[in-house]
């Protein structure tokens, strides 16, 4: 079981950064690959970037390919989410989730564990 608290989201202008913070509960959370996930009023979650439980492989959406950059601390049960060049189009309640297979996946469905959610809204 994995417990998943998000922070450091807000209100930015375009063009300004934000990093986001995922801290998770539970002795095993260095085995869990972690995703980020977004979603924006009207429409589904989207998958947003990845990362394996040793932080050795990330993968990203390509609307965020390039300024966005997800990390982690094993040590500090925290993945990061680190946003730069920040759009309107970016605004939406950012997700941390944990899963316990092997592999990074794009679908909100094959994760188990979710945060509640913080907000980013990037105005233009």
């Known amino acids: 079981q994995v417990q998943l608290v998000e922070s450091g989201g807000g209100l930015v202008q375009a063009g300004d950064s934000l990093r986001l913070s995922c801290e998770a509960s539970?002795?095993?959370?260095?085995?869990?690959?972690m995703g980020w996930f977004r979603q924006a009023p009207g429409k589904e979650r989207e998958f947003v970037g990845g990362?394996?439980?040793?932080?050795?492989?990330?993968l990203y959406a390509d609307s965020v390919k390039g300024r966005f950059t997800i990390s982690r601390d094993n040590a500090k049960n925290t993945v990061y989410l680190q946003m730069n060049s920040l759009k309107p189009e970016d605004t939406a309640v950012y997700y941390c989730a944990a899963r316990g297979s092997t592999y990074i996946r794009r679908s909100a469905a094959d994760y188990a564990y979710w945060g509640q959610g913080t907000q980013v809204t990037v105005s233009s």
């Open positions: 539970g002795r095993t959370f260095s085995s869990y690959q």
């Open positions: 990362i394996t439980w040793s932080g050795g492989f990330t």
